[in-house]
């Protein structure tokens, strides 16, 4: 599966908008971009995914370059409860193939 | 709530010995993934079976076997422990088989402490 890019960490102030990037450059045109999270001591939770056009689900919204080489995940207003790590994955089979992920830090 | 029961929530266990790690899908998926997260690896892809059947291999070492019961749910047994195999154990369901704009949702894990 092709690799994706993200800062290790990022940090945000309570009730502020929160972009988190991904570079994903090999990207194929049958990968999705997904987006999971894992808050500290429970499994990863689903966040958002997409293969070409922006989404927008109650959770985020994730906004796909024209290239698709890089994609955005944002968070219109951060809480507490987003701190967590957000992973970014490029899918085109059956499994997903995490990688170190972002650690977003929510500054009250 | 994911809808993904694992059990047990913690389980220490010495060196040598055998455990087995029990999930529960969501009501209605067929498929299931195991993955192994530990602190200097991530979360690495083991295992996945679809109503059954074995579908994909990942990172599993030979110690280690799944199975997926006709109920389901599945097992994932790690025999001859070593301290190397501490972690944090997740399961997670899909509906599909998988491809590549099918979501899963994750267990809470088991945490596996070999002493």
């Known amino acids: ?22 570079n994903h450059s090999t990207i194929s045109g ?34 796909i370059a024209e290239d698709r080489k890089s994609s955005t995940l944002i968070l219109h207003r951060a809480t507490l409860r987003d701190a967590a790590v957000y992973y970014c994955i490029l899918k085109s089979g059956n499994q997903f193939y995490f ?5 977003l830090t929510v500054i009250p | ?39 200097d690896q991530g979360l690495q892809f083991l295992i996945q079976y679809y109503n059954g059947e074995e579908r994909a291999k990942g990172n599993i070492l030979e110690r280690f076997s799944a199975q997926q019961f ?25 509906v599909a088989p998988g491809g590549a704009s099918t979501e899963a949702f994750f267990g809470q894990g088991t945490r596996l402490t070999v002493v």
């Open chain 1, 30 to 63: 049958t990968d999705y971009i997904h987006w999971y999270r894992q808050l500290p001591s429970q499994g990863p939770e689903y966040v958002i995914h997409g293969l070409t056009s922006n989404v927008n689900n109650r959770m985020a919204s994730l906004a």
């Open chain 2, 70 to 94: 006709p109920d389901l749910h599945s097992e994932l047994n790690l025999s001859s422990l070593e301290l190397g195999d501490s972690a944090l154990y997740f399961c997670a369901s899909s």
């Open chain 2, 1 to 39: 709530d994911s809808g993904v029961t694992q059990t047990p929530k913690h389980l220490i266990t010495a060196t040598g010995q055998r455990v087995t790690l029990r999930c529960s899908p969501r009501s209605g998926d067929l498929s299931v993934y195991w993955y192994q997260q530990s602190l």
């Open chain 1, 99 to 103: 990688g170190t992920g972002t650690s």
């Open chain 1, 1 to 22: 599966d092709a690799k994706t890019t993200q800062p290790n960490s990022m940090e945000s102030n309570e009730e502020e908008p929160v972009h988190l990037p991904c």
